[in-house]
């Protein structure tokens, strides 16, 4: 399980440049989105940080269906069970993996 975060200080290196920090910064504790209807998460290996990073939103707007792009490969395989983790922690139920994408659903958007 991935912890809770508020803030995540990581150091990228650039072709060309020396280090550098860079600070992600989280959807909740800096956006506040209503009314969200639809997710969509491709960020390159750092789709459970953007799922830890807006549980409250989330939840806070219903658990919209939501499709990730996670590479379910061998250099990739914690990202993409830790965002199957994380969805069910938020109540999603419905997963359905095809072609490298998760689509997450939860009883409140789904009418039989």
Do not use: H
Not at 24 to 53: H, P, Q, R
């Amino acid at each position: 399980m991935i912890p809770e975060i508020n803030e995540v200080r990581n150091i990228a290196k650039f072709e060309d440049d020396p280090y550098e920090e860079v600070v992600f910064k989280t959807i909740d504790d800096n956006y506040k989105l209503d009314n969200l209807c639809f997710i969509k998460i491709s960020v390159c290996g750092m789709e459970a940080d953007v799922l830890s990073g807006m549980r409250n939103t989330i939840i806070q707007n219903n658990n919209p269906p939501i499709i990730i792009e996670s590479w379910k490969n061998e250099f990739n395989l914690k990202t993409y069970d830790d965002c199957l983790s994380l969805l069910k922690d938020y109540g999603y139920f419905a997963f359905v993996e095809q072609n490298d994408f998760i689509y997450a659903v939860n009883e409140s958007n789904v009418s039989f």
